[in-house]
Structures are given as C-alpha cells and as structure tokens.
C-alpha cells in the first residue's frame, strides 16, 4: 500500500482536522455508491480509507511516522495477507463518515461539489415517421429497459436530441441523477415523405377517376380526408391540401398530393379495344416539348 500521506494529499505535519478534510474530499468523489460496478473507484476508495483509518489514529499515525509499523498498519517485517486488511480498513473508516453524512454535505449540509450529482446518459431513440412528425405523449421503452413517458415535439426530426431532466441512470439515495438526452432517429414512411414543415404523397387513381374526374379519399398524417379529383387530370398533377401538413415551431405546412394513373391489371380487352379505335382517329403529340 502506498504512503497514506500521499494517498490523502496532505503533508506528514497535517493536522487532524486536515486530514478528516481531505477524506470526506476524496471519500465523496470516489465512494462506490456513486460509481456502481467500477472496481477501479471501489479500490481508491479502499486505499483511501485505510489511509484514513491509520492517520485519524494518533497511536497508529505516532508509530507509522516512526517506522514501526507499514502503511497497511502491520509491523515492519509482516504484510497483512488477501483482501481483508483492505476491507477492515474500508469498513472501519467507512464507519467513521457514513455514506449518508457524505451525501448531506454534497446537497447543502456541508460544502457544495460536482459529485451532487450524476452524470448525464445520452441513448438512441428511434421513433416512427407518424409519431415523429404528429408528436405528442408516448411510452417508450429505451435501451437500458427502462419504460418511460415522453412527450415527443411534433416535427422533431432524425439528428436532433431530447433533454429529459433527471432520467438519467439511477442514481444512490440522496444525490439527484444526471438527466437523460435522446438522440432521435426517424424511420421511413412507406409512402409519406417530409419536405420542411409540408407533407408529399404519391396518389394512384384510375383512368376514369383523371379523365372524369372523381372525389377520393387521400391519407394525410392527421388521417384520411376527401380531395376532389379534376376532370381530365394527367399523371404528375399536383395538388395541394392545404394546412395537412406538419404543424410544428408556429407553423402549418400542407400536404401535396402528386397523381399517378395506373391502367388496370391485367390489361381489360374492352379498354385496349376502344383505345385502338380512338387513338387512330384522334392522334396527339405529349413528347413535342422534348425536341
């Protein structure tokens, strides 16, 4: 084990109320309870409070300063052997300043430091297109196991980050957790895509509904509405549904409903029949524009 003045960072004429300081500093940054699972802060802590246990003891300290006995408190010449001079002097010192007398001083009893807190968590999240872009309250359950609510801003796109204050990993009695950020990822929708705050779709319809004309039923992120169809409408016509878009930051956007024109399957022998007769005696150009 190492010198104990050099373990608590005091000099060897450090008076009693020197080194009590200089534990509870060292003993609220490195206790276990604080770091869960990290055997490298475990053993610090140890080592700390052996170093204690032997310097807040005037006999001890009096025959250490005088060679007679080694900084593990066995005479020169013997070593304690295994982990259990280690773990006495951790019990022991331990004992003298309770986990909970070091916890009231980081939340104002004593001296205010970083360690009033732990620190922050950031995981992924991944939210589907709908939820993203209509936002609102959802349960989640993240990747540590936990299932949380939420409430999702709507429009929140891939990329961006949401701040839950004091979600982050669970911290020990008496010292606020850190807060938990998720970084969003946004599925694909299967036929929705996002432009900045407006909405587009690709709309098949009939070739009697575009040459006619013809009122059908469009989805939309809030659900699905009516939208008029105007008589002799081509494929790529677009057409636009005013405040269906994504309403997010002060804004409305609208949804665009782009027209595709699909012919039946299989090809119906009546149809092509007709169109051969009238394609004959009504010729028209659609590729002059191209040169």
Known sequence: MRDPYVVLGVPRDASDDAIKKAYRRLAKKLHPDIHPGSRSH????????????LLSDPVKRARFDRGEIDAAGSERGFHAHGAGAGARA????????????????????????????LGDQSLSLRLAFLDAVVGGKRRVTLADGRSIDITIPAGIESGQTLRLRGQGP?????????????????????????????????????????????????????????LKVPRGSNSGSTLRLKGKGIAASGKTGDQYVKLRIVLPEPPDAELTAFL????????????????
Do not use: M, N
């Open 276 to 291: 051969e007769r009238w394609g004959a005696k009504h010729p028209y150009d659609v590729r002059g524009k191209l040169g």
């Open 170 to 226: 669970k911290a020990p009695r008496g010292v606020a957790p850190g807060d938990l950020y998720l970084e969003i990822e946004v599925d694909p929708h299967a036929y929705f895509q996002r432009k900045e705050h407006d909405i587009h779709v690709e709309l098949p319809v009939t070739l009697t509904e575009a040459a006619l004309g013809a009122t059908v039923k469009v989805p939309t992120i809030h659900g699905p509405v009516a």
């Open 90 to 117: 951790y019990q022991r010192a331990g004992g003298a300043f309770s986990f909970d007398e070091i916890i009231a001083e980081i939340l104002g009893r004593g001296r205010r430091e970083s360690e009033e807190r």
């Open 42 to 53: 475990e053993q610090q802590f140890k080592e700390v409070a052996a170093a204690y246990d």
